[in-house]
């Protein structure tokens, strides 16, 4: 095995993805939905697959990498809020009788932006990409599936905490706020449950398709960097059998 620097075939792909479900989450947080009597907030069904992409994502390509998809999602999702915000307030003829319904949609953009998102999902995040990237050194690469869980166990009861309190205060009654909680959690760990066996075929795919996986052995899991520094690669031969 040799440490290089080369070009991915699926990064860019995998990021695109993980802007995808951003933006989907960003739409869908406050539609209300109900499962029996439980109140359940729309974006529930998205947010199990933040944690697939990102567990896949530090896993392959490891946590600098990984840090660049989320501050670069981030911008999009505040790019996206700005330019709707803007068109949504633009002027309407007399025959346009819908407008109220985007400003119901839209008009909570820029708190879920900035509360949910620089918050809450920056805690979850980067809580899960570090304990991956530091479970997988301890573990030598193996028993992703088994890391992805408790990594994503840990980031998601972080992001549901503070998402459920910054994002639903003020819109839905405080003790149904603290009754989504647990749910919401449940949902998360249950689908992520169902989900972990696909991850852990399409990582070991990603691996052998790329030829390399990332270690993060001297990485600098500050939050606030963008760039990459001492970025460890490991390639392996076309007969290499893969962790």
Same mark, same amino acid.
């Given at each position: ?27 869908s947080i406050y539609?209300?939905?109900? #499962? ?27 946590? +600098? ?17 700005? @330019? ?15 407008? $109220? ?35 997988? @050194? ?7 599936? !088994? ?7 840990? $980031? +998601?009861? #972080? +992001? *549901?905490?503070? $998402? ?17 909680? !647990?749910?919401?959690?449940? #949902? ?5 449950i169902l989900i ?5 075929? !399409? ?7 790329? $030829? ?7 990485? *600098?899991? *500050?939050?606030?960097?963008?760039? !990459? %520094? *001492? %970025?460890?690669?490991? +390639? ?8």
């Amino acid at each position: 095995m040799t440490k290089t620097k080369f070009s991915y075939k699926y990064f860019a792909p995998l990021a695109m993805l993980y802007m995808v479900v951003a933006l989907c989450d960003v739409l869908s947080i406050y539609r209300i939905t109900n #499962i029996g009597s439980v109140t359940i907030a729309g974006g529930i069904y998205v947010l199990p697959f933040y944690y697939f992409l990102e567990d896949v994502i530090t896993e392959v390509y490891g946590y +600098q990498r990984f840090r660049q998809v989320v501050w670069t999602m981030l911008f999009g999702c505040f790019l996206f809020a700005v @330019i709707m915000t803007i068109i949504v307030h633009l002027p309407s003829p007399k025959f346009w009788h819908h407008q $109220g319904a985007y400003d119901y949609v839209f008009s909570h953009l820029f708190r879920i932006t900035f509360g949910g998102g620089c918050i809450a999902i920056l805690s979850g995040a980067f809580v899960n990409s570090f304990v991956v990237s530091k479970w997988k @050194i301890l573990t030598r690469g193996k028993y992703f599936w !088994l890391r992805s869980l408790g990594s994503s166990a840990i $980031g +998601q009861a #972080i +992001q *549901n905490v503070i $998402g459920c309190l910054i994002l639903y205060t003020g819109v839905l009654p405080f003790e149904k706020v603290l009754g989504m909680i !647990l749910p919401l959690y449940s #949902i998360q760990l249950g689908v992520e449950i169902l989900i972990i066996l696909p991850g852990a075929i !399409l990582v070991k795919f990603l691996k052998k398709a790329e $030829g390399c996986e990332a270690y993060d052995y001297h990485t *600098n899991f *500050n939050p606030f960097k963008y760039n !990459l %520094e *001492n %970025e460890e690669i490991v +390639q392996y031969a076309s007969d290499t059998t893969l962790p």
